[in-house]
């Protein structure tokens, strides 16, 4: 059943995002036959296109995402995903995988976007990039090493699938709190105001957990280490990054996940 | 035989608007039931519990044996009020969307329908009139082979030709041994197919009877009706 509420739930979503896609990909088309054409005009007007609508892809994606949960499940929608017979833990994970799926693709767009933009206008004025990059990182030759540039790659992308993924913990979990019977009076504002206020005690939480529990990831020659000290005073081994925050976030999405689907399951409802 | 809906002492609030208070009912399968009373005596709000659109209620509620769950919302088919279809999708999509979720449901038969209802396949419900979409989602719930249909208001807000065919769908489609749950305050033209009334107000069960040829012992539905909720006039 999972797999056919995610099937489904990529039909639903698609239609409000694929358009930005679409805008994004004419627009690539425009600038390369510019290129090619070399009329300057069209090239400078659909590059500034083309960096608008990474940003904007972005945001479409984000806004499309709570608009849909909250449409499929809290809408006139929610008769028919509430009354399906499918497990409402289900319903959840449904909705989160496709929704982190299209924050991501929307991620990848928009920085593959601002990349190749950059070597497009290198190519432009006739500079070789990847010479200036390999220059620019034998600079750092020696700290951090080649393995910890790779431990580094991943740890970032595992810090943006850990963003998205509590973006949407946090949003999901207000949406659905402000459709339970104490907050449904207060309509959508709610929701608003359950999201910020989660952020907030969330960043609270982060800042006190930093001070007591320092848990911070050292770049080396020899790659990344676990790190407890409680100052940097006494360290000295080059770039340190605390993750005690990243590993609260974890947590607490997870708690929100749980705490959504219980409320989906037996608190909520529908108008 | 088991029931097929059983509630007891079951009770529901919207803040301190007590919507149903201490219900309790027992229905054995196969029979047509009305559930009547007038506009906000809590008769959306019961269905809305029997289909687990709404869970957080006092008392308790079996269907089948089962809580309001996977189990339950299997084998109920069920028409809701409102329109609650995306208004992107096509009368195929919808009919692809159910077959995908209800091993019960019949796509040929549906495919079928939409010819007889005159509904164009491919249509985006967006463009549909109001009377074309509420067809739309008749022909989904009848084309299920459920145990319960919960028809809230089907006839309601339409002219008398389109009830006159809405019923007649109803009617003809449904398997023979379900259970048909129907609210309406349109009492005239369906009471002629009720085995059992339910009428609830304030709350609470007012009268609770089964029926032959439309008549509660020698008053017609419509008459107990009137009798029942005038104090809501």
């Given at each position: 059943m999972l797999g056919k509420l995610i099937k489904n739930e990529f039909k639903i979503s698609a239609n409000s995002i694929l358009n930005i896609y679409l805008a994004a990909a004419i627009t690539i088309v425009i600038m390369l036959l510019s290129y090619f054409t070399k009329i300057t005009w069209i090239s400078t007007l659909s590059t500034v296109a083309l960096l608008a609508i990474s940003g904007i892809a972005v945001l479409i994606t984000l806004v499309a995402v709570v608009s849909n949960f909250y449409k499929t499940l809290y809408g006139a929608q929610g008769y028919l995903s509430f009354t399906l017979p499918v497990k409402s833990g289900q319903l959840l994970a449904s909705k989160a995988i496709v929704s982190f799926a299209w924050i991501l693709l929307s991620y990848i767009m928009a920085v593959a976007i601002w990349v190749g933009v950059y070597f497009y206008a290198a190519a432009k004025i006739g500079q070789d990039r990847i010479t200036t990059i390999k220059t620019l990182l034998q600079l750092f030759e020696g700290v951090p090493g080649e393995k910890a540039i790779k431990q580094l790659l991943i740890f970032a992308c595992v810090l943006v699938f850990a963003q998205i993924a509590v973006f949407i913990a946090e949003i999901y979990f207000a949406i659905t709190l402000a459709n339970t019977k104490t907050f449904q009076k207060m309509g959508m504002v709610s929701a608003i105001f359950i999201f910020f206020a989660i952020f907030i005690v969330m960043q609270i939480i982060i800042g006190i957990l930093t001070s007591y529990v320092p848990i911070a990831l050292t770049v080396g020659v020899d790659g990344l280490m676990l790190s407890f000290e409680q100052s940097m005073v006494n360290y000295t081994g080059g770039i340190s990054i605390g993750v005690t925050g990243f590993i609260f976030q974890i947590i607490a999405a997870t708690g929100l996940f749980a705490g959504t689907a219980y409320l989906m399951k037996n608190k909520v409802n529908i108008k | 035989m088991s029931s097929i809906i059983q509630i007891k002492g079951l009770s529901k609030s919207y803040g301190s608007q007590?919507?149903?208070?201490d219900l309790s009912v027992d229905y054995e399968p196969g029979q047509f039931i009305g559930l009547l009373g007038p506009n906000g005596c809590g008769k959306t709000t019961l269905i809305k519990i029997l289909t687990g659109?709404?869970?957080?209620?006092?008392g308790e509620v079996l269907i089948d044996g089962h809580k309001p769950d996977v189990h339950t919302k299997n084998i109920i088919a069920y028409l809701p009020e409102k329109s609650y279809l995306a208004d992107w999708m096509r009368p195929v999509d919808t009919i692809k969307y159910m077959a995908d979720f209800y091993a019960d449901f019949d796509s040929e038969k549906a495919i079928k329908m939409l010819d007889t209802f005159k509904?164009?396949?491919?249509?985006?419900i967006k463009s549909m009139s109001k009377g074309m979409q509420e067809k739309l989602q008749l022909l989904l719930v009848v084309c299920r082979n459920a145990k319960l249909y919960v028809l809230d208001e089907p006839i309601g807000g339409v002219d008398p030709a389109a009830r006159a065919f809405i019923l007649d769908v109803i009617l003809k489609n449904l398997p023979q041994g379900s259970t048909v749950l129907i609210s309406t305050h349109l009492i005239h033209d369906v009471e002629?197919?009720?085995?059992r009334v339910l009428m609830i107000g304030n709350g609470k069960v007012l009268r609770n009877e089964k029926v032959h040829a439309g008549l509660m012992g020698e008053q017609t539905i419509e008459d107990v009706f009137k009798e029942v909720f005038s104090y809501a006039w």
């Open positions: - | 007590q919507v149903l208070d659109l709404i869970n957080d209620y006092k509904l164009p396949p491919k249509q985006k002629g197919v009720f085995d």
